[in-house]
Structure formats: structure tokens, C-alpha cells
């Protein structure tokens, strides 16, 4: 008999299959599933740029590609990059097989069995899957309304300065939070990281999503504000564009990203130079711009629904952020409630969520649950928050 | 400053990216690259598939899929494995990022630092890396016109019994060699099988494109002829429709392919939708039967007047391998004869290919090397083969 009882030990159970199920069922209104709904996708923007693509272009669709990115992706890319205020200077830039695969990429440079990893509490799903992939231990340092406890931060590292390698960091709408760190917050970490030695990751999927353009300052990358920090920036097309191309970015210290290169070579050889062609397209065309401008006020109003069902439903005890932007919002229940018993008496009833475990580091606090406003027509929200409410309230 | 010289220690360099560069100048002729050249891919194919989406389909293509694949996609791929003779009883079948994502899946499930793998010498670089990056041992058995060579694969199986983790095959139109295994092989090999604990890797990606329907029943996987065998088999649409849609599968065992689904999830959690339903459509709508229908003919004329060229034009003292479909054939220089200064020499009068030592699973022997006729042009293959053989002439 095959064993291999001791690889792989630290992988997460298929969360996410369970999620695309629960948002596929049309008699269940989900808040699961991260994801824009599938009506929000530019396909007549795709529709024209496939059929303005000449034979050769096709061609080179089909073909391999270099590991690093399609070229004239690549070349774009940068400029958006730079339009967003990051510097390229000492940079290397490479196309990833979405977010997904860029935070891989980095814990497969970086981690060795035991290291230790600063994220956020709560923190992303996939990113705690990616760094337990490699058997790191995740250390959790709380955020409040204004980002990361800057005094906890600073005691976790002092407490674990030799283990840590990484600290992974989503500032802007941050999933599963959705709080957004304030400039003031973001000055005293920039701080505090001058004198660390840690690769720094800081995944952005959300930053352009913002409600009101007045907020847009908010959304300005950690890396922009302190080029000289060894911070490697994730960005992704799947949320202004579609998840399906499975297309991220990762920018960062060129020693560090040519590592990831070589590490993304024999992972999957290069991204599909079919959907790289697509996103080149798309930004060359000048297509980000509009379909931003019309996304905006709908993730906006779907965000409004959302936080004005909670406050006309939910029971005395219970408090949520209010996020400027992005997909999320975050529920804390009293601490005698259980969010799985939460989840179970709203799936019975016709609402879904993701319970708050998924996204401790530690996957124990369970009175939390993840809202995504993004995915739910604006008619369902109301009703599917008053479900859930119920769902709370049976058990306060 | 950050420290990581003691990760990623065994990922080779960026072997890919200087190959992709040498295909793509127009005043080289290369027999470098492992992969089509551009003007087979069919383009007419796409666009009538891509135009024959309805507007649903178009959504779900942009959307995030299920770890193991767009489910009709995986209904249609389990159709096409079951005409090839494969058995799905106790299996389990994902979609990968092409089929170097579904070596790595494996790798990373089985290998801990030091564990051995048994390989072909020679063997796919693809392969060789990613075991690598995992810090595997390779050991090699040397393959001769008829297949892996059985005594000693005995052997070195006997003398490491306990290290050996999996196996790696790629038994027909094998890459680099480009010899089939003998029906009378794959049986003594899978009688050897019979009685190992180990994981078997069968790499499949080129057994669709035999120049000869007569050489058809040659290309029987071994996953057919062997059902109860603990076979992870690979296949790719990389060969059979285009690389750029970064497409493979992974056939195996339930409790592996499981595991690997689990991997995946943390590595880009799932393979592009947009691609792989353009799959699916050229399964469905019976695209693939016609395509190499039309395909093999081409490889056929291609490699023809690579053997041909070669008779013609190399010293005496040189051997080749004899393709009966795939990509490659294998050119055996004096042991004197170094291939790197014959690619150099070669280069400088503007023909390429893969130096031998690229394949070697030791990284050591390099009298030989890789020629691909699969991405030459009919007119250019003699002329790239008689500046390789001047080449060779001049060092003999």
C-alpha cells in the first residue's frame, strides 16, 4: 500500500467546493462565495476583444508563453502599476495563475517547516491554506477598525523575532474584515517594518473597488508609500475583470521574484497566454476605466442593503464593520455563540455565509461570520440577512 | 536584509525562457522547442466554438470553478479516457494548469526532502524540476529502443528500496527519446510493478499523435493494460488543441488525486474556466478526432525529413532514435562530443536544440541531444539538420 499519511498533513479540507455548491443552489441566497456575481462580467467587452484579435495574435493564444508573463501583458501591467503610484525601480514584475498562485509562490521561497508567518486576525482563507501548504505556523495579531494592532504586532515580534519570515498583510477592504487600515495606521507600520528583516506580503485584490471616489486616497498601496520596504505586492484581474482567467500578478524585489520564477517553472510552466492575451487587451483598450466607473455604485449599493438589513435586523450585541469598499463584511456575535450553528439553522431556512473559523489563523474563534455583499442581487440581500438575523437571534 | 539562500535550492534555471527566445527568432531555425509551432493550432476551430457560447456560458467562463474542474468539462474528459480502454473504477480525475501543474501535484503530495524517484534517463526537464523542487533524489534507468530497461530498473530498485517514493514514465513518443515502449516491455514492466509499493507516474502527453493508425495499439497507456496498479496518469491538451490554455489532467487513485485536489486548491485554486470551457465545447462538439486526423500527417512529413537529413548529413558514429509519432528525436554523439559546444557551433550558423544533459536526471552526460521537428517548417528541417550535423562534423 501507498503511504503518504505524512505529506501533506497541514491542507485545508475543500472549503471552497462546498462554497461554489452552496452558491450554485438557486433556492439558497449566499454571502459565501468572495466572488462578483456572474452578471456583473464584462462578457460584450470580451465578446469585442476576441473577435478584434487577429490570426497571429490567436496563434500566440494557443502557444506557450515565457514563465514570467506574456510580454505585452507585461509591459501594461506596468504601466497601471506605476498609475497607482509604485515605484519599478529594483522591481521585477510576473503574471501568476491568479492571487492564489502568487502567495504560493513567495511561502514556497521563503517557508520552511516551522516558520513562522505574521498574518492578520481574521485573515484570507487562501493565504492560511497556502502557508500551511509549506507547514509554517501562523501567528495572529488582531485588526480594529483601523488596521493592525500596532502594540500587538510589535510584542509578536519581539516574541518570535527568530522564527518569523513573513508578514502577510491585506490593508484595503480587507478579507475577511472588509476595514480598510487608515493612512495613520499605515505610517506607524511602515514604521515598525523599517526595522524588521521580513519579506513582507501585501495582497491588494480590492483596492480599486472603492465606493466614493473621495476614498480612493485610502486605497493607496503600502508599497507606493514605502518603496524602499521588501514588500511583495499581489494584485489580481479577477476582481476587475473575471476570476475565470485565473490571472494575478506578484511584484516585488527582483532576488525574491526571480526565485518565484524559477518556483513557478515547475508549478505550472507559465499562465494561460490565452486569457494573457485577453487581459492585455483589456487594458491596452482602455476597457479597466468604465467597467470600474459602472462597478463601483453597484458593489455600493449591494454594501448599503446589506449594512442597513443588519441594522434593522440584527439583535442587541452583535456589531459588523462598515466597509468603504470591496466585498465584505465582518459579524461578531456575542462569544457564546457559535457561527456553525448559526450557518446551519440559515442554510435550513435559505441563506449561507462562511463562519468566522475559516478565517482565524488558529481556526478556533467562532463567533464571527464573512458577509460577502458582492454576489447577491440587490432584491435577495434584505430578506437573506433577515434569515440570518433569525438564525442569531434563536440563539442569543 | 532578507535571507532565502536556503529555499528553493534545487529549482533550475530559466531553461524555458531561453528556449522561447530562440523560437521566436525568425533567423534561427530551431528544433528546440517541445511544442507545435503556430500555424497548426486551430484557430477556425476557436472562434467557432468561442462564437457559439451563449451569454450564461460566457459568465461562467469568466467565473471562479471547482477545484477539480468545470464538471462538464470532467464528464466529457471521463467519455474520451473510457474510449481510450481506461478504467474510472476507484479513480479520481482533476483538471490541472496544464500537465506540469499535475508533476508538481503529485511531487508535492508524495516527496519529503531526500526520497528518490525513480526517472527515465533521459527524462522530461518538466518532470526532473519539479521533483527537484521538492528536494527528491532522482535515480535513473536507462531506456533503450524497446523501453526502460528492466534489470535495471530491478536493481536500482532492490539497492533502494526504502527511499523510493514514486516512479516516472512517460512510455510512449517519450520526451526526450522518442522511442514507445514494446507491448512485450510493458508487460515485464508491469510485472515488476505488481510487487511495489510505490506510486507510478505515467506522463501520456504525446500518445495521440502516432504518424501510423497501424502503430495505434502501441499507444496503449499502461493505465489501461494495468487497471489495478497504483497509476497517476497524465494527460494534457497542450498537443492535442494548444499549450496556451494551460490544460492537463490527473487520472489516479482516489485517496491521491484527493490529496492533489487539496494541493491545488492552495496552489491557484482551480485551472482557467474561460479555457477550460473552450475545452469542453471541443470535446462536445467532436473537434479533436478530425484535428489530429489532420495533425498526424504533418508530424509525420516533419519528422520524415528530420530522418531523412540526418542519414544525409551526420558523421559516422552518430545514432538517432526512430519516432513512430510525438515531438522528438534523440541524436547520440561520440562520448567525446560535447553537445554544448555543438549547439554554440550551431547557433552561430543559426539552428538550436536542446542540449542532452537538460534531460539527464544527474544533469551529467551530454553527447546527446533533443531535436523537435514538431515546431519547424517542412522547408526549413534540412537545412537546420545539415548546419547541427556541419556542426557536429567539425568536433568529431
Given at each position: 500500500m501507498i503511504d503518504f499519511s505524512h505529506t501533506a498533513k497541514n491542507m485545508r479540507s475543500s472549503e471552497i467546493r462546498r462554497l461554489m455548491k452552496l452558491a450554485a443552489d438557486p433556492s439558497i441566497i449566499s454571502f459565501a462565495g468572495g466572488m462578483p456575481s456572474n452578471d456583473l462580467f464584462p462578457i460584450a467587452v470580451v465578446d469585442e476583444l476576441y473577435n478584434g484579435l487577429d490570426n497571429k495574435t490567436k496563434q500566440i493564444a494557443l502557444q506557450y508563453g515565457p514563465t514570467p508573463g506574456y510580454p505585452p501583458l507585461l509591459e501594461e501591467l506596468k504601466k497601471y502599476l506605476i498609475s497607482r503610484?509604485?515605484?519599478?525601480?529594483g522591481q521585477e514584475l510576473i503574471i501568476t495563475t491568479g492571487a492564489q498562485q502568487a502567495l504560493n509562490l513567495v511561502a514556497k521561497v521563503f517557508i520552511n517547516p516551522g516558520d513562522c508567518v505574521v498574518a492578520e486576525y481574521p485573515s484570507f482563507i487562501g493565504a492560511i491554506a497556502a502557508f500551511k501548504s509549506y507547514d509554517a505556523e501562523l501567528l495572529s495579531v488582531p485588526l480594529d477598525r483601523d488596521g493592525i494592532d500596532i502594540d500587538a504586532l510589535k510584542a509578536t515580534m519581539q516574541a518570535n523575532a527568530a522564527r518569523i519570515k513573513m508578514l502577510y498583510l491585506n490593508?484595503?477592504?480587507?478579507?475577511?474584515?472588509g476595514i480598510t487600515y487608515s493612512d495613520e495606521r499605515k505610517k506607524q507600520l511602515i514604521e515598525v517594518l523599517k526595522n524588521t528583516p521580513y519579506c513582507i506580503i501585501e495582497d491588494d485584490?480590492?483596492?480599486?473597488?472603492?465606493?466614493?471616489?473621495?476614498?480612493?486616497?485610502?486605497?493607496?498601496?503600502l508599497k507606493t508609500m514605502a518603496p524602499d520596504l521588501p514588500i511583495c505586492y499581489i494584485g489580481t484581474f479577477a476582481k476587475i475583470f473575471g476570476p475565470g482567467l485565473r490571472l494575478g500578478w506578484l511584484l516585488g524585489p527582483k532576488d525574491i521574484v526571480d526565485k518565484c520564477e524559477l518556483a513557478k517553472q515547475s508549478m505550472d510552466a507559465c499562465s494561460s497566454t490565452f486569457t494573457q492575451v485577453l487581459a492585455y487587451e483589456y487594458l491596452s483598450k482602455g476597457k479597466l476605466a468604465p467597467y470600474l466607473a459602472w462597478l463601483r455604485p453597484i458593489y455600493k449599493r449591494r454594501a448599503t442593503l446589506m449594512l442597513d438589513a443588519l441594522k434593522a435586523n440584527m439583535p442587541p450585541g452583535v456589531t459588523w464593520t462598515i466597509p468603504q469598499g470591496g466585498f465584505y463584511v465582518w459579524v461578531t456575535m456575542p462569544s457564546s455563540i457559535n457561527a456553525t450553528d448559526v450557518l446551519n439553522k440559515a442554510l435550513a431556512k435559505g441563506a449561507a455565509f462562511v463562519i468566522g473559523n475559516a478565517f482565524d489563523p488558529q481556526g478556533v474563534k467562532n463567533n464571527t461570520m464573512r458577509l460577502a455583499f458582492?454576489?447577491?442581487a440587490e432584491e435577495k440581500i434584505a430578506k437573506g440577512i433577515a434569515i440570518i438575523a433569525d438564525a442569531v437571534r434563536e440563539l442569543v
Amino acid at each position: 500500500m501507498i503511504d503518504f499519511s505524512h505529506t501533506a498533513k497541514n491542507m485545508r479540507s475543500s472549503e471552497i467546493r462546498r462554497l461554489m455548491k452552496l452558491a450554485a443552489d438557486p433556492s439558497i441566497i449566499s454571502f459565501a462565495g468572495g466572488m462578483p456575481s456572474n452578471d456583473l462580467f464584462p462578457i460584450a467587452v470580451v465578446d469585442e476583444l476576441y473577435n478584434g484579435l487577429d490570426n497571429k495574435t490567436k496563434q500566440i493564444a494557443l502557444q506557450y508563453g515565457p514563465t514570467p508573463g506574456y510580454p505585452p501583458l507585461l509591459e501594461e501591467l506596468k504601466k497601471y502599476l506605476i498609475s497607482r503610484g509604485i515605484s519599478l525601480e529594483g522591481q521585477e514584475l510576473i503574471i501568476t495563475t491568479g492571487a492564489q498562485q502568487a502567495l504560493n509562490l513567495v511561502a514556497k521561497v521563503f517557508i520552511n517547516p516551522g516558520d513562522c508567518v505574521v498574518a492578520e486576525y481574521p485573515s484570507f482563507i487562501g493565504a492560511i491554506a497556502a502557508f500551511k501548504s509549506y507547514d509554517a505556523e501562523l501567528l495572529s495579531v488582531p485588526l480594529d477598525r483601523d488596521g493592525i494592532d500596532i502594540d500587538a504586532l510589535k510584542a509578536t515580534m519581539q516574541a518570535n523575532a527568530a522564527r518569523i519570515k513573513m508578514l502577510y498583510l491585506n490593508p484595503v477592504f480587507q478579507n475577511p474584515a472588509g476595514i480598510t487600515y487608515s493612512d495613520e495606521r499605515k505610517k506607524q507600520l511602515i514604521e515598525v517594518l523599517k526595522n524588521t528583516p521580513y519579506c513582507i506580503i501585501e495582497d491588494d485584490p480590492y483596492s480599486e473597488l472603492y465606493f466614493d471616489d473621495a476614498d480612493m486616497q485610502k486605497c493607496t498601496p503600502l508599497k507606493t508609500m514605502a518603496p524602499d520596504l521588501p514588500i511583495c505586492y499581489i494584485g489580481t484581474f479577477a476582481k476587475i475583470f473575471g476570476p475565470g482567467l485565473r490571472l494575478g500578478w506578484l511584484l516585488g524585489p527582483k532576488d525574491i521574484v526571480d526565485k518565484c520564477e524559477l518556483a513557478k517553472q515547475s508549478m505550472d510552466a507559465c499562465s494561460s497566454t490565452f486569457t494573457q492575451v485577453l487581459a492585455y487587451e483589456y487594458l491596452s483598450k482602455g476597457k479597466l476605466a468604465p467597467y470600474l466607473a459602472w462597478l463601483r455604485p453597484i458593489y455600493k449599493r449591494r454594501a448599503t442593503l446589506m449594512l442597513d438589513a443588519l441594522k434593522a435586523n440584527m439583535p442587541p450585541g452583535v456589531t459588523w464593520t462598515i466597509p468603504q469598499g470591496g466585498f465584505y463584511v465582518w459579524v461578531t456575535m456575542p462569544s457564546s455563540i457559535n457561527a456553525t450553528d448559526v450557518l446551519n439553522k440559515a442554510l435550513a431556512k435559505g441563506a449561507a455565509f462562511v463562519i468566522g473559523n475559516a478565517f482565524d489563523p488558529q481556526g478556533v474563534k467562532n463567533n464571527t461570520m464573512r458577509l460577502a455583499f458582492s454576489f447577491t442581487a440587490e432584491e435577495k440581500i434584505a430578506k437573506g440577512i433577515a434569515i440570518i438575523a433569525d438564525a442569531v437571534r434563536e440563539l442569543v
